[in-house]
């Protein structure tokens, strides 16, 4: 009598996502748990998988290692800028005329806000929560020149528009205007607006009339506020702001390098935007609008809202730091498709602000 071969097939567990691949069920648990996969996650619009940012999805498409159907997909109809891929060529020509803008003017160039025109946006800004993008020039104080010091300051609304530029007269001695990078001279800063009043203006259009505590718990009327190393940006201002009306393309996950470090806006408009900027002296108007359109481009993602499959009976069923035995024991008996249901991101997507603003 003959005995049968043992089977050597292992089973494999996938994640639903990124599509890795374990040998052992607690393995993927222990992956989903740290991966905080959800379906704002930036996806390959050819196999879906998840990537954990735009930099590594480009690479799953583009780049040395990319996935051969993927790439030869992308290269034939997929946008550089953006990474969606298209039904077909003419409609990717289509995308590109609204997906590659054109360099801002210089701010020189640009007109100021009038008070009618100010006094209308005022008005209809009450109605909805809006964002503003901000950029400061900054020079050097203190005896090292190591001190940022706000020199010149400049905020713009959605639609492009300059709502407040000045150059602004620091509290201490200018060591250093750094001229080849701000092309902020002495002359620059002889009349300028004082720190404090800065201050108070750009508080008053960030509030928006709305109290600080209200501000402070869910936003009100208040603002959003986009920028690019904001805190760097408002600790030269001195204003505290809350956290949750903050949004930081340099420290936004899926807008950072593989190993989330932060990339420079001029990467950030280069790369999703498709023109440059910092291209001599850093004009504060181009910077602005480049982190709005960035912030808008993100916002403008029509992502599904979590959690509506409803694989599972229960919410609380959702991973978290703590082990429940009984938990745990649920989670054995799901499947990859339902795990990836209950996971959640560790960021806030920006595309979550326009449905709070129609809410």
Request: net charge positive.
């Amino acid at each position: 009598m003959e005995l049968e071969p043992l089977s050597t097939t292992t089973t494999r567990h996938k994640c639903s996502a990124c599509y890795k691949q374990y040998k052992k069920k607690d393995h993927l648990l222990a992956h989903m748990k740290t991966s905080c996969h959800s379906v704002h996650d930036p996806k390959c619009g050819v196999c879906n998988k998840h990537c954990k940012s735009f930099e590594s999805l480009r690479e799953h498409i583009a780049g040395p290692l990319s996935k051969v159907n993927c790439s030869r997909i992308f290269a034939e109809r997929g946008c550089i800028l953006c990474l969606k891929i298209c039904s077909s060529m003419d409609s990717l020509n289509k995308h590109k005329e609204m997906c590659h803008l054109t360099t801002p003017r210089p701010i020189d160039t640009v007109e100021l806000y009038s008070e009618s025109e100010m006094e209308s946006y005022e008005i209809s800004s009450i109605r909805s929560r809006e964002a503003v993008a901000i950029d400061c020039e900054m020079v050097g104080g203190g005896s090292d020149c190591s001190l940022d010091l706000c020199a010149r300051v400049c905020l713009v609304n959605e639609d492009e528009k300059l709502i407040f530029h000045t150059y602004v007269l620091p509290q201490i001695p200018v060591t250093n205007y750094r001229y080849e990078i701000t092309g902020i001279t002495e002359e620059n800063l002889r009349d300028a607006m004082p720190l404090k009043e800065v201050r108070q203006i750009i508080q008053q259009i960030l509030y928006n009339g709305e109290s600080i505590g209200r501000a402070r718990l869910d936003g009100g009327r208040a603002k959003v506020l986009v920028g690019h190393n904001l805190d760097k940006h408002l600790d030269c201002l001195k204003i505290n702001y809350p956290d949750h009306l903050l949004r930081d393309t340099a420290k936004y996950r899926p807008l950072m390098k593989t190993n989330f470090v932060s990339h420079s806006l001029k990467y950030l408009t280069k790369t999703y935007l498709g023109y440059d900027i910092q291209v001599g002296f850093h004009d504060p108007f181009q910077n602005s609008v480049s982190v709005m359109r960035l912030y808008k481009r993100i916002h403008s993602q029509d992502h599904p809202i979590e959690g509506t499959k409803r694989v599972v009976s229960h919410s609380s069923l959702s991973f978290s730091k703590s082990s429940d035995s009984w938990k745990s024991m649920a989670h054995e008996r799901m499947t990859p498709d339902e795990l990836l249901e209950i996971s959640r991101s560790n960021y806030k997507c920006w595309c979550l602000d326009s449905r709070e603003s129609n809410c």
